[in-house]
Structures are given as C-alpha cells and as structure tokens.
C-alpha cells in the first residue's frame, strides 16, 4: 500500500487501489498499526479500493503538533476522504477502531456506507459500570507499560489474540507502541455518551470472538438490545482481533455483508 499524509494532519494513511468503484477504510485496535489488516488488503485489493490509517501515536502518526489528540480523529479522516476524493465508505474498526468508527460516524453519517464493529461496544449508550470496569482495566495495562513495553506487549498479547500466530503478529507490531503516545489517548473519554441517539441509515454489523473478555461479550448483546436491527456475528475461534485470529472467515463475512443491501423502513 502507498503512503500518504496531508500537509495538516500527523496521520499517516495507505492506499492500495482506485479502480473499483467502492472504497474501504479500515481503522487498527489500539498497541498496533495498519498492518493488522494486511490479510484484509491482500484479500480486497482486486474487489475495493481500500483505505487504512494509523491512528495518532501509532505506526507513522507519530509526527504531531501541540494539541493533537485523537478525539481529532473523525476530522482528520474525513479530510482525507476527501483528499482522495472519496464520497461515501465501508468502515470496519476493531477495538479502538471500533470507538473511532463510531465517533465518525456519529460526526460525519451522510459519508458513512455501512459501519461494522468488533472488539468494541455502543459508545452511544456505554453502560457506567462497565466503563468504570473498562478504566480500571486500562489504568493497569498502561502501569506494566511504563515499567516494561515489552512486558505490557506480552501479557496484552494474550488479550488481543486467540491463536498463537496472531498473538506473535500482535506482539510484533505492540513493541513498537511509543510510550509516549499514551498520552494522546487521553480525550478518548470525550467521544462517550456524548452524541444523541439517532437512526442509522446505513447497515451496522457488530460482533466479537467467542474467546474475547466476558464484558465484551455482554457489550455486543447489550448493544444489540439497543439497536436490533444491526446484525450479530460472534467469531469461533477467535478473541479480541477477530480478523487476525479468523483471517478467512472474517473476509467471507465482510464481503457478505457489504454486498447485502440495507432496507431502511419509511419514516
């Protein structure tokens, strides 16, 4: 994939193709980059275009400004939607990726074609308690970062991924995670409970992996609760990163779903 960055933006964003007529963007899970999606590229490329970032603090976005943080997210990736010149798009956000989706989405709908969620949770209606949970958790990964990145890549690792091969993929790419680029994840909070709820009128498919965390397994049936006209998908043999665990079963679920037609009801 060809990288690009706009003159305005600390975001480093890589494109693999022009020629089809749909595009798609994929946004990574947090301790990583875009190449967790390397197996979704090579599959797509000859059937979309396909567009992946690294978040702020990750990968080649590391180049920042004063005040950048990744509650800027939405806005810098809708500049380079379009910069690319590129109407409306297939998101697909795993974990982080999921929120930043989202929040998008949220932000900027009429560009959104469907929206699909794994690894995350409805930042529209997140339960108290489970964010207090969720908290918690974090505050303890980031404390095994400060003492070690390696220490915090091998236990999160065992998190993020099922199958030995992923988890040596997710390690690779962890290690690599600036300490310093925590802070940049500091207004994540911002992007909770903060939007209205409003109709989609695009498909939403969320989901997870059979071997993810408890919680998340509660978050995707709590959401669908929320929301039951979204579809469900729960990924055996999976954890966190579904599309690094179930590479296969995750393209054939995607193409699926992206070429099955939304049908709105009138208002």
């Known amino acids: 994939m060809e990288q690009h960055k706009l003159n305005n933006s600390p975001i480093a964003y890589y494109v693999s193709g022009t020629e089809q007529k749909e595009w798609l963007l994929f946004l990574h899970a947090a301790f990583v980059d875009h190449n967790m999606f390397r197996a979704q590229t090579e ?3 000859d059937k979309y275009n396909v567009l992946a970032v690294d978040i702020i603090g990750h990968g080649q976005s590391t180049d920042t400004r004063r005040g950048d943080s990744i509650d800027k997210m939405s806005e810098w990736i809708y500049d380079i939607l379009r910069a690319e010149k590129i109407e409306n798009i297939h998101i697909t956000g795993i974990s982080l990726g999921a929120v930043l989706a989202q929040d998008f989405a949220n932000r900027y709908p ?3 074609k469907s929206l699909a969620c794994f690894g995350g949770y409805d930042i529209n209606r997140f339960d108290g308690k489970m964010q207090k949970e969720n908290g918690a958790k974090q505050m303890l990964m980031m404390l095994k ?3 070690s990145i390696r220490w915090f890549a091998r236990a999160n690792k065992k ?3 099922f ?3 992923a988890q040596d993929e ?3 790419m962890n290690i690599r995670f600036p300490r310093k680029s925590f802070m940049y994840l500091a207004s994540l909070g911002s992007m ?3 939007n209205q709820i409003q109709k989609r009128h695009y498909p939403l498919l969320i989901g997870c992996g059979q071997y993810d965390i408890p919680q ?3 978050a995707v049936k709590l959401w669908k609760n929320n929301e039951p006209n979204c579809q469900v998908v729960i990924f055996e043999n999976a954890g966190h990163c579904v599309n690094m665990d179930t590479p296969t079963e995750f393209n054939k679920t995607m193409e699926t779903f992206w070429a099955t037609p939304l049908l709105i009801p009138a208002p």
């Open 216 to 218: 998340e397994l509660a």
């Open 170 to 172: 997710f390690y690779e």
């Open 163 to 165: 199958t030995s091969q």
């Open 192 to 194: 909770i409970n903060k």
């Open 110 to 112: 009429g560009a959104v």
């Open 159 to 161: 998190i993020s991924a």
């Open 145 to 147: 970062a400060m003492f």
């Open 43 to 45: 599959y797509f490329r």
